[in-house]
């Protein structure tokens, strides 16, 4: 069993930065692929980074590419999501997911998931 409690979100001006933060309780977070998805109003919940238990590998969405930055720390049992250069289009809620398999974009793969934060981007 794996609990995750998302922080980070805020309201940020287009252009600016904010860092996501995942923590996830139980002993076995280490051995769990992570993955950060977002759902925007009336749209799908969307893959938007994911990274494997031992950080060796990550993917993210094409349109956040080397603007956003998946990381985490298996010491503090967190995942984190560094997003710079921020555009309204990413206002979204964001929710961590943590699953044993690989790291995934679809969502059913995940079995555990945060409550999400909510992450606006003004013009």
């Known amino acids: 069993q794996v609990l995750l409690v998302e922080s980070g979100g805020g309201l940020v001006q287009a252009g600016g930065s904010l860092r996501l933060s995942c923590l996830a309780s139980?002993?076995?977070?280490?051995?769990?692929?992570m993955a950060w998805f977002r759902q925007a109003p009336g749209k799908e919940r969307e893959f938007v980074a994911g990274?494997?238990?031992?950080?060796?590998?990550?993917d993210y969405k094409d349109s956040v590419k080397g603007r956003f930055t998946i990381s985490r720390s298996n010491a503090k049992n967190t995942v984190y999501l560094q997003m710079n250069s921020l555009k309204p289009e990413d206002t979204a809620i964001y929710y961590c997911?943590?699953?044993?398999?690989?790291?995934?974009?679809?969502?059913?793969?995940?079995?555990?998931w945060g409550q999400g934060t909510q992450v606006t981007v003004s013009s």
């Open positions: 997911a943590a699953d044993s398999s690989p790291v995934a974009r679809g969502d059913t793969t995940y079995d555990y």
């Open positions: 990274i494997s238990w031992l950080s060796s590998s990550t």
């Open positions: 139980g002993r076995t977070f280490t051995r769990y692929s």
